[in-house]
Every structure is written in C-alpha cells, then in structure tokens.
C-alpha cells in the first residue's frame, strides 16, 4: 500500500504530448515551449534539477519537429504580441523589453519592430497610455497646467520619446 505508482513515466511521447497539448492552449515562442517542458521534466523527475541529457535533447528534437511542422513561429507570436501591446498603449520601447523579456531572439525582435510604421503608431499608443491614465488632454482643463510636467514624467517612464510625449500632453482636445 505503501508503493506509489508514478502518474507519469518520463518519455520523448510524454514531453511530446505535454508541448502539443500546450501549443493547444496557448500561442507560445519556442523559448516558452522549451520552459514548459523542462518544468515538466522536473516535476516528473520529482523536483530534481539533475535529469538526463536525454531529456534535453528531446525537448530539442520537439521544438524542431513543432518548428518544421508550423506549430511554433517566434515571428508570428511576437508580432501578434506586439500589436496587442500597441493597442494596449505601450511605447516601442516598452514592447522591445517585453519581447526581451519573453526570450525572443534579438533578430525577431528587431525584425518586429521594423514592420512597425513608426511614429505614427507610436503617437497613437501614446495617446491610448494618457486616455487609460487620464493624463495630458484627458485630464480636467483646469488641472492641466499644474500637472504638465507630471504628466511629462509618466509617459518618460513609459518609455515614450520627449517629443511624442509633449505632443501628446500639449495636445488641446480629442
């Protein structure tokens, strides 16, 4: 009674079903992917951090065969993210570091943000980030002018350039 039965034995069809069940789920980049699977090695394994370099290397065989076969494209996902970031009012800046951070590759990254029309898009994310903090034109007329360089600050630590931010806050109406 005492004997448990492992819920999971660690196998390349185990590790395979696991990344397509989460491709299933989720739009992932392969250094997600990869970042799955090795947690699920690790809880198969029984929380050790010392599992066989078979398992890496199945993990590397996975993501080649999701690539090849089209499941996983890090250039898809990452623009996809970046245009959701973009509506969401995030400066280029801030979506260059959210990529970064994700763990996309410097080429995919810079390949993303060349797509970018530039600052046209920027200035209209700019405009969403002051709507959704009620800062620069959509701030009461009367607070405007005390509050200006306030308002200056918060889209700097955005990450948005000096002259988009000035446009924005000095902006009238919209």
């Given at each position: 009674?005492?004997?448990?039965?492992?819920?999971?034995v660690?196998?390349f069809?185990?590790?395979?079903?696991a990344?397509?069940s989460?491709?299933?789920?989720?739009?992932?980049?392969t250094?997600?992917?990869?970042?799955?699977l090795?947690?699920?090695?690790k809880?198969?394994?029984?929380?050790?951090?010392?599992?066989?370099?078979e398992?890496?290397?199945?993990?590397?065989?996975?993501?080649?065969r999701f690539?090849r076969?089209?499941?996983?494209d890090?250039?898809?996902?990452a623009?996809?993210?970046?245009?959701?970031?973009?509506?969401?009012g995030?400066?280029?800046?801030?979506?260059?570091?959210?990529?970064?951070?994700?763990?996309?590759e410097?080429?995919?990254?810079?390949?993303?943000?060349?797509?970018?029309?530039?600052?046209?898009?920027?200035?209209?994310?700019?405009f969403?980030?002051?709507?959704?903090?009620?800062?620069?034109?959509?701030?009461?007329k009367?607070?405007?002018?005390?509050?200006?360089?306030?308002?200056l600050?918060?889209m700097?630590?955005?990450?948005?350039?000096?002259?988009?931010?000035?446009?924005?806050?000095?902006?009238?109406?919209t």
């Amino acid at each position: 009674m005492g004997n448990k039965v492992p819920k999971h034995v660690l196998s390349f069809e185990t590790l395979r079903r696991a990344g397509l069940s989460y491709l299933g789920r989720y739009a992932a980049s392969t250094n997600a992917l990869k970042l799955v699977l090795r947690r699920k090695v690790k809880r198969i394994e029984g929380g050790s951090d010392n599992w066989s370099p078979e398992a890496d290397n199945w993990i590397n065989e996975i993501v080649d065969r999701f690539t090849r076969a089209g499941l996983l494209d890090d250039s898809l996902v990452a623009e996809n993210l970046c245009s959701s970031l973009l509506r969401r009012g995030t400066s280029f800046n801030g979506i260059k570091a959210k990529l970064a951070a994700k763990g996309f590759e410097n080429a995919v990254i810079s390949q993303v943000m060349n797509d970018l029309s530039g600052d046209a898009e920027e200035l209209e994310a700019a405009f969403v980030m002051a709507r959704r903090k009620g800062i620069g034109p959509y701030r009461k007329k009367e607070d405007r002018k005390t509050n200006r360089r306030r308002d200056l600050r918060v889209m700097g630590q955005a990450g948005f350039p000096y002259s988009v931010s000035k446009t924005v806050i000095d902006s009238v109406d919209t």
